[in-house]
């Protein structure tokens, strides 16, 4: 089975805090998504990894960062947090070498800010 | 830009009817995906389409893709009550791995 961990599962944090998202994967998969979830919108990619030290920007990556200094680590970054940011933020993976390229999803962190 | 639409977002539906979620994409796309969420849970994989005229099909989903027509459908035959989740569709962009994903359509059923 494939298994994706995310460090939290609730957070609650106030505007101006750094936050860090943790994604933890133990299937040896390259490329590794930061998507938020909000209601009506669906999911929106912040940012994606292939490799180690790589990182891509997503379709909404202002007020992000990552960090993928591990390949089965990919930390999701809030430098300033802000209310606006107050969502479901879900890591997904993918082989790299599957032919169907299917993406696997953890159990998301539904982050507050204050 | 890549667009994906789904259709209906909100469906409330009884036990034993049939129905069918539709979802619609902008641009050229060889491959779609469609995934359930429970509330409070993460995404499922449900199916992946490969290919024009690909049909999946799991218990009482069926999923297609028409590449023509951009247009993938997910049906419902005989619903039950174990079904009411939210269904998204995701369309990936040639060339690259990243996915484009539909609003989503909460399905209800009522027993």
Known sequence: DVKVTQSSRYLVKRTGEKVFLECVQDMDHENMFWYRQDPGLGLRLIYFSYDVKMKEKGDIPEGYSVSREKKERFSLILESASTNQTSMYLCAISPGTDHTDTQYFGPGTRLTVL | ?111
């Open chain 2, 1 to 111: 830009e890549l667009k994906v639409e789904q259709n209906p977002l909100f469906l409330s539906m009884q036990e034993g009817k049939n129905y069918t979620i539709y979802c619609n994409y902008s641009t050229t796309s060889d491959r779609l995906y469609w995934y359930r969420q429970d509330p409070g849970k993460s995404l499922e994989s449900l199916f992946v389409l490969l290919s024009n005229g690909a049909v999946k099909q799991e218990g009482r989903l069926m999923a297609s893709l028409d590449t023509k027509a951009r247009l993938s459908t997910l049906h419902i035959t005989a619903a039950v009550h174990d079904l009411s989740a939210t269904y998204f569709c995701a369309v990936i962009i040639q060339g690259a791995q990243k996915l484009v994903f539909g609003q989503g359509t909460r399905l209800t059923i009522n027993p």
